[in-house]
T-cell receptor, first 112, second 117 residues
């Protein structure tokens, strides 16, 4: 998986609790992304980063925040989890915006 | 609005047979088109990436075609194997101007392929 590690791989949490997902890369790629994948939808971009401390919103960013304090780590935080955030979350990396993106193995998050 | 439509939604074929998956897109300005394979419970893995000037690209038993005039792409799988059972996702990238918006990637919903012995 091109040196991308997501943690945790599975998580069950209660509504209203904060949750942080971690993406770690060893490829030194500039761009990092967080997507969510739900039945009936294609992968949808939540947030992305184009450098340390440089992030921007994607299509479905409401209820999510991100941070990137080091090149290799990109954190996704759900400030107060809701059932609608039950999903599979994928981290991806790419050297440039136009080049191939490599995906992590995903984190299955269930909010009960 | 940029869109990527894939067909069929699902497909079942016998092992050893060939199949072709379709992708139609309305993405502008076009940069490249990618096909990904996603096994159940895993992240997508890139099969091919094609730019405007490329109309065919192969990766083993996978051959992708691109017709930029009609905005269509296909993924042909030859001599299918049980391990080809997966979802195949078409992704189209639009050129991003200064400002570098990463929302230039438009994902199809995928074709779910099942290979039966």
């Amino acid at each position: 998986d091109a040196g991308i590690t997501q943690s945790p791989r599975h998580k069950v949490t209660e509504t209203g609790t904060p949750v942080t997902l971690r993406c770690h890369q060893t490829e030194n790629h500039r761009y990092m992304y967080w997507y969510r994948q739900d039945p009936g939808h294609g992968l949808r971009l939540i947030h992305y980063s184009y450098g340390v401390k440089d992030t921007d919103k994607g299509e479905v960013s409401d209820g999510y925040s991100v941070s990137r304090s080091k090149t290799e780590d990109f954190l996704l935080t759900l400030e107060s989890a809701t059932s609608s955030q039950t999903s599979v979350y994928f981290c991806a990396i790419s050297a440039l915006l136009e080049t191939e993106a490599f995906f992590g193995q995903g984190t299955r998050l269930t909010v009960v | 609005k940029n869109q990527v439509e894939q067909s069929p939604q699902s497909l079942i074929i016998l092992e050893g047979k060939n199949c072709t998956l379709q992708c139609n897109y309305t993405v502008s300005p076009f940069s490249n088109l990618r096909w990904y394979k996603q096994d159940t419970g895993r992240g997508p893995v890139s099969l091919t990436i094609m730019t405007f000037s490329e109309n065919t690209k192969s990766n083993g038993r996978y051959t992708a075609t691109l017709d930029a005039d009609t905005k269509q792409s296909s993924l042909h799988i030859t001599a299918s194997q049980l391990s080809d059972s997966a979802s195949y996702i078409c992704v189209v990238s639009a050129w991003q101007y200064s400002g570098g918006g990463a929302d230039g990637l438009t994902f199809g919903k995928g074709t779910h392929l099942i290979i039966q012995p």
